[in-house]
């Protein structure tokens, strides 16, 4: 290694590093983040920031333009599942679904109602994440599970534990694991099934113990003024199987992404007959779009990233270094995965919708098999789900609930750990 090289290093580490700061701080919003960490690797690494000569690997051109588009695939996808999510909700089987899970609930049993609450939480969450969906289904699950005497903090946990599990159900979160790991989307549905069974488990596990502990009894709740109070419309039980549609379409009838959204918005509306049923799908599509144009903006972030971190020049600097920390054993990846999971709080190096973009194509380059760094990748998001205060849904959560964002931390990122050790210990026997 020369010295230049050994400059380039340091450089890029003190980049990385840097905005790890700035971001955990929450200085600067990770969308601003990713493009200019981008600029900068580059630049460190000696790429020049425009040249007239097309094969010259320039900035302006192969990172910033190129890059812009490089998850271009995800992002449509993820517009087609914010329009389903949409449709579920305009429609009224969101709604629905909570609705029907508060009947079974009936009684003051805590861990029951916790229990059938998070499974449907799970359900709903499959198709419709961000914080549109937190908001329709917190603003019904948290007071239900106040008033069956089950605390702030512990009500919170568990929602965000279902949407953390059910996330893992989202087409577009396949779509770009897919995309960065140059897999089929059926390797990562199949997986999907498999690795959300010990989270089930073990959060429901994690649901009991703090119910049993719970101090706080509260058989009451005031809700805060929302505005008049919308009424749900009514429809079909059968229509409460539309969430589940799109994944039946994908395991069942292997078809690709965006043709199974399409077939479940139409048998969404055949299920339900809205009065007007156009008006409906293009409210949703607008609505969704809307709902999700921040995450669509991170993703082009994320493209400029992985642009810059691939780049000959740069992955020529950081592939040595990824190489001599990478494990290369079952129990070195099990444990190295496990104890680092942290880092996938506060869009960090193993946060794939974060700095673990890039992160993990380098592993995926560096020796470590697509396949390995995937499940790795994909079990570091219960953490990232569950316990990270900057996501923006965990922020509503809490202050829905009137909790410290940072107390759901605390109480769930050894659960959290945990969840992710066993789940790299299924991990190692399929990938080794």
Same mark, same amino acid.
């Given at each position: 290694? =020369?010295?230049?090289?050994?400059?380039?290093?340091?450089?890029?580490?003190?980049?990385?590093?840097?905005?790890?700061?700035?971001? %955990?701080?929450?200085?600067?919003?990770?969308?601003?983040?990713?493009?200019?960490?981008?600029?900068?690797?580059?630049?460190?690494?000696?790429?020049?920031?425009?040249?007239?000569?097309?094969?010259?690997?320039?900035?302006?051109?192969?990172?910033?333009?190129?890059?812009?588009?490089?998850?271009?695939?995800?992002?449509?996808?993820?517009?087609?599942?914010?329009?389903?999510?949409?449709?579920?909700?305009?429609?009224?089987?969101?709604?629905?679904?909570?609705?029907?899970?508060?009947?079974?609930?009936?009684?003051?049993?805590?861990?029951?109602?916790?229990?059938?609450?998070?499974?449907?939480?799970?359900?709903?969450?499959?198709?419709?994440?961000?914080?549109?969906?937190?908001?329709?289904?917190?603003?019904?699950?948290?007071?239900?599970?106040?008033?069956?005497?089950?605390?702030?903090?512990?009500?919170s946990i568990v929602l965000l534990a279902s949407q953390t599990v059910g996330s893992f159900f989202s087409m577009s979160g396949w779509s770009m694991t897919a995309q960065l790991y140059k897999l089929p989307v059926s390797v990562i549905s199949k997986y999907t099934i498999i690795f959300t069974i010990p989270a089930i488990i073990l959060f429901e596990v994690m649901l009991i113990w703090f119910?049993?502990?719970?101090?706080?009894?509260?058989?009451?709740?005031?809700?805060?003024?929302?505005?008049?109070?919308?009424?749900?419309?009514?429809?079909?039980?059968?229509?409460?199987?539309?969430?589940?549609?799109?994944?039946?379409?994908?395991?069942?009838? /292997?078809? =690709?992404?965006?043709?199974?959204?399409?077939?479940?918005?139409?048998?969404?509306?055949?299920?339900?007959?809205?009065?007007?049923?156009?008006?409906?799908?293009?409210?949703?599509?607008?609505?969704?779009?809307?709902?999700?144009?921040?995450?669509?903006?991170?993703?082009?972030?994320?493209?400029?990233?992985?642009?810059?971190?691939?780049?000959?020049?740069?992955?020529?600097?950081?592939?040595?270094?990824?190489?001599?920390?990478?494990?290369?054993?079952?129990?070195?990846?099990?444990?190295?995965?496990?104890?680092?999971?942290?880092?996938?709080?506060?869009?960090?190096?193993?946060?794939?919708?974060?700095?673990?973009?890039?992160?993990?194509?380098?592993?995926?380059?560096?020796?470590?098999?697509?396949?390995?760094?995937?499940?790795? %990748?994909?079990?570091?998001? /219960?953490?990232?789900?569950?316990? =990270?205060?900057?996501?923006?849904?965990?922020?509503?959560?809490?202050?829905?609930? =009137?909790?410290?964002?940072?107390?759901?931390?605390?109480?769930?990122?050894?659960?959290?750990?945990?969840?992710?050790?066993?789940?790299?210990? %299924?991990?190692?026997?399929?990938?080794?």
């Amino acid at each position: 290694m =020369d010295t230049l090289q050994l400059f380039q290093i340091i450089g890029i580490l003190v980049v990385f590093f840097a905005f790890v700061g700035l971001m %955990m701080t929450k200085k600067l919003a990770t969308i601003l983040a990713l493009p200019l960490m981008a600029i900068l690797m580059a630049l460190i690494a000696g790429i020049p920031l425009y040249s007239n000569n097309p094969k010259v690997f320039n900035i302006a051109t192969n990172i910033l333009s190129d890059g812009s588009a490089k998850l271009a695939t995800t992002i449509i996808t993820t517009f087609f599942g914010a329009w389903f999510g949409f449709l579920l909700k305009k429609t009224g089987i969101s709604e629905g679904i909570i609705r029907k899970a508060a009947e079974m609930a009936g009684g003051d049993k805590p861990v029951r109602i916790a229990t059938i609450f998070f499974l449907i939480g799970i359900v709903i969450f499959s198709t419709g994440g961000g914080l549109g969906m937190t908001i329709l289904a917190g603003t019904i699950i948290i007071p239900i599970l106040l008033t069956a005497g089950i605390s702030a903090l512990t009500a919170s946990i568990v929602l965000l534990a279902s949407q953390t599990v059910g996330s893992f159900f989202s087409m577009s979160g396949w779509s770009m694991t897919a995309q960065l790991y140059k897999l089929p989307v059926s390797v990562i549905s199949k997986y999907t099934i498999i690795f959300t069974i010990p989270a089930i488990i073990l959060f429901e596990v994690m649901l009991i113990w703090f119910i049993k502990r719970d101090k706080t009894i509260r058989k009451g709740w005031t809700m805060p003024d929302a505005g008049p109070v919308r009424k749900a419309p009514q429809v079909r039980t059968i229509a409460l199987i539309a969430p589940i549609l799109p994944v039946v379409m994908v395991f069942a009838f /292997k078809l =690709d992404i965006i043709s199974s959204i399409l077939l479940a918005v139409i048998a969404t509306i055949l299920l339900t007959t809205p009065k007007h049923p156009a008006q409906v799908m293009v409210s949703a599509l607008i609505e969704g779009i809307q709902s999700v144009a921040g995450a669509a903006a991170l993703m082009v972030g994320i493209g400029m990233l992985l642009a810059a971190v691939t780049a000959p020049a740069v992955s020529a600097i950081l592939t040595p270094l990824i190489k001599a920390v990478l494990p290369t054993s079952p129990i070195t990846y099990v444990l190295f995965f496990s104890i680092l999971s942290p880092l996938a709080l506060y869009r960090g190096p193993l946060n794939t919708y974060g700095l673990g973009s890039g992160v993990g194509v380098l592993m995926a380059a560096s020796g470590l098999s697509p396949l390995a760094t995937m499940l790795a %990748m994909r079990n570091l998001g /219960k953490t990232q789900g569950l316990c =990270d205060p900057t996501n923006t849904y965990n922020v509503w959560v809490a202050d829905f609930a =009137d909790v410290d964002v940072n107390d759901i931390t605390k109480k769930t990122i050894g659960w959290a750990t945990l969840v992710v050790f066993v789940s790299q210990i %299924m991990a190692a026997f399929i990938a080794f």
